[in-house]
């Protein structure tokens, strides 16, 4: 298993220019999330999803769509890039259980301009 | 979720037992204490998670009080590899919300 994969790794965008990172796994997992970390700083949720179908905001939407077509992908959309969305961002998924923990991605560090 | 409190700091000698506490006073009967770390700029990794009674894996060990208001995460030989930030963190549900966590630094 490849686990949970990210692209792109790094990214420089100009303000107000869009863009979407990705994200996929291949673990059958139901639950998937998305999370910025700043500088210094613990994790911050973006948006989950608990299935394919269903998503969810999580403390910090604004700027930010998602989409969950499959059950393996769940991108999430920059659509106006401001540059406090400089921050590295992080994919997890998880299984269904209550107890069930959360395997990340390797991040996609973002810059904006 | 209840909130935790860590130390933002912590160092340990190689080879020696690393003992991270972490405050959660506000924890309600059926939230879970989970712990995760950070190496680097890479994405967090789970070590170990309880309720109320202790637990042990190839790991770490959780030590949690019996009025579930603090614990304690235990390497029992660290590493210099086990240099992170270590994130206690309280789950209800099927969100995790990340605080600062405690930034450990084992020493040669």
């Known amino acids: 298993n490849a686990g949970v994969t990210q692209t792109p790794k790094f990214r420089i965008l100009k303000i107000g220019q869009s863009m979407t990172l990705q994200c996929t796994q291949d673990?059958?997992?139901?639950?998937m999330y998305w999370y910025r970390q700043d500088p210094g700083m613990g994790l911050k949720l973006i948006y989950y999803?608990?299935?394919?179908?269903?998503?969810d905001k999580g403390e910090v939407p604004n700027g930010y769509n998602v989409s969950r077509s499959t059950t393996e992908d769940f991108p999430l959309r920059l659509e106006l890039a401001a540059p406090s969305q400089t921050s590295v961002y992080f994919c997890?998924?998880?299984?269904?259980?209550?107890?069930?923990?959360?395997?990340f991605g390797p991040g996609t560090r973002l810059t904006v301009l | 979720d209840a909130k935790t409190t860590q130390p933002p700091s912590m160092d340990c000698a190689e080879g020696r037992a690393a003992n991270l506490p972490c405050n959660h006073s506000?924890?309600?009967?059926?939230?879970?204490v989970y712990w995760y770390r950070q190496i680097h700029s890479q994405g967090p990794q789970y070590i170990i998670h309880?309720?109320?009674n202790n637990e042990t894996n190839e790991m770490a060990s959780l030590i949690i009080t019996e009025d579930r208001k603090s614990s304690t995460l235990i390497l029992p030989h660290a590493t210099l590899r086990d240099t992170a930030v270590y994130y206690c963190?309280?789950?209800?549900?099927?969100?995790?919300?990340f605080g600062e966590g405690t930034q450990l630094t084992v020493n040669p």
């Open positions: 997890a998924s998880r299984r269904q259980g209550a107890t069930d923990t959360q395997y």
């Open positions: 673990m059958n997992h139901n639950y």
């Open positions: 999803s608990v299935g394919a179908g269903i998503t």
């Open positions: 506000t924890i309600s009967g059926n939230e879970y």
């Open positions: 309880g309720l109320k």
């Open positions: 963190i309280v789950q209800k549900g099927s969100r995790l919300t």
